[in-house]
């Protein structure tokens, strides 16, 4: 549920490692474009409650993403019970994150019968207010998508 950057984590678990498993080291990718405008993929969800009732919350869908997040902010709205998870997220602000635990969502779409439910990890903050700068809407295309 993230600007230009995608998101990997790495998780620690109670067992040690494995001699046949090889030590892999988080991904962190970044991209900065100086004066160009980046559009984002948002849209509304129904989210399920503890109570089974369901509200819409705003989701940011980031294709190059590796993992699911959701803020404490909706977990508590929503009523979840979290799992223990702790997992270091890169690509979100200017540093790492440290996971507040992890969650299942049980999506719906608002238009149609399509949902489906998801474990997200769950973070303090996961974007913050956007755009962070005034959007010029100049081009054609956009004028005709949000008409």
């Known amino acids: 549920m ?63 993403s590796q993992i699911s997040l959701i803020s404490e902010n909706a977990v508590q709205r929503l009523g979840l019970q979290r799992r223990r998870y702790n997992a270091s997220v890169s690509g979100i602000g200017s540093g790492a ?18 949902n489906f439910t998801t474990e997200a990890l769950v973070l303090s903050r996961v974007a913050s207010n956007l755009p962070s700068v005034q959007f010029k809407n100049n081009h054609g295309l956009i004028s005709s998508i949000c008409n």
């Open 2 to 64: 993230q600007s230009s950057k995608h998101q990997s984590s790495s998780s620690s678990s109670t067992s040690g490692p494995s001699a046949k498993t090889p030590n892999k080291q988080p991904n962190a990718n970044h991209v900065a474009v100086d004066d160009e405008e980046l559009l984002l993929t948002t849209l509304s969800i129904n989210v399920r409650c503890s109570d089974g009732t369901y509200i819409t919350l705003r989701a940011l869908l980031d294709q190059g």
């Open 97 to 114: 994150s440290q996971s507040k635990g992890l969650v299942s969502i049980d999506c719906q779409s608002i238009y149609g019968d399509y």
